[in-house]
């Protein structure tokens, strides 16, 4: 029932996960340029950080290297008291008060 998964199918996959990710940080930065509002600005590098952590995650899978994971833990920290900093900017006009 169970059978081998072929290295070059898993590879590839990976390849093209990575381009897709890459591919939507672009866009989401399109979005963190033209706004409209700051609230679109901070959703979408809440976004371009979560794709960030997704890269990182799909290259550990890739060079079959655990130290990316941590990266991508830091990374995922980082972006979520970044995201909690900035959001509370945004609606109170200070971080800390």
Known sequence: MSEATDPAVLE???RAAIVVVSALCVFCSYRVIRGPTDP???VAL???ATNVVAIA???AIQT????FLT???????????A???????VTEGE???
């Open 71 to 81: 990266v991508s833990l830091v990374l995922a920290i980082i972006a979520f008291i």
């Open 40 to 42: 679109d600005r901070v």
């Open 83 to 89: 995201t909690v900093a900035v959001a509370k900017f």
């Open 64 to 67: 079959d290297r655990g130290l």
């Open 57 to 59: 995650v799909l290259f």
């Open 95 to 97: 971080v800390i008060q």
């Open 46 to 48: 809440d976004a371009i």
């Open 12 to 14: 590839t996959t990976i």
